[in-house]
């Protein structure tokens, strides 16, 4: 579908601009956003690999193995299909723990493979399971301490204070959280009626 609508929204531009005498304008901003599209690019590219080295870190010394076991209570409650099932929990958990920095895109590649060891276990494998839904979910509500990813754009935008946000998208992302979880666990207990 949006490979429908963003042709229609760019010939729409193009002949508003060419009717309205604004060509030239809207030239000037096509290279100046790809001149910002390659700094933030780049700019998220430094900060995607120090997370990535320092989860690999927190991995390779144990580190994570260690958070993971503060956050086996959460996990149990929240993924109770996984039973004690270690390697998912674990990458599970570091997942969370990526979110919980706000490394954002830094998390992904952790919980892609968190979902490919869920499916595994999936025993209908055309249907979620509610294990795959709830780690959807978390990620969506992406709970966060330091939300780095937002911060380093609010850099490369010049803003003057970038960590003014923090509470903010504590608040938000810690009712989101709450809230997903409620309704899902809801859904999951009387879903199966």
């Not at 963003?6 to 809207?26: H, T």
Request: charged content about 15%.
């Amino acid at each position: 579908m949006l490979n429908i609508l963003w042709p229609i929204f760019i010939i729409i531009s193009y002949a508003y601009a060419c009717f309205s005498g604004n060509l030239e304008n809207i030239n000037n901003s096509i290279f100046s956003s790809c001149n910002d599209a390659v700094e933030l690019t780049i700019t998220f590219l430094g900060t995607i690999t120090l997370w990535c080295g320092v989860m690999q870190i927190a991995e390779d010394s144990h580190l994570s193995e260690k958070l993971a076991k503060l956050l086996r209570p959460i996990i149990r409650f929240l993924f109770p299909e996984i039973k004690n099932d270690e390697k998912i929990s674990s990458e599970i958990s570091l997942n969370m723990i990526a979110n919980i920095l706000g490394l954002g895109n830094a998390a992904t590649p952790l919980g892609l493979k968190a979902m490919q060891s869920l499916q595994e276990k999936n025993d209908t494998k055309d249907t979620v399971s509610n294990s795959m839904a709830m780690l959807i979910l978390i990620n969506t509500a992406s709970l966060q301490l330091i939300p780095t990813t937002i911060i380093a754009v609010r850099v490369s935008l010049g803003s003057q204070n970038p960590t003014n946000i923090i509470l903010p998208v504590w608040i938000s992302t810690i009712l989101a959280a709450f809230a997903g979880v409620l309704s899902a666990k809801l859904f999951i207990k009387f879903g199966k009626r």
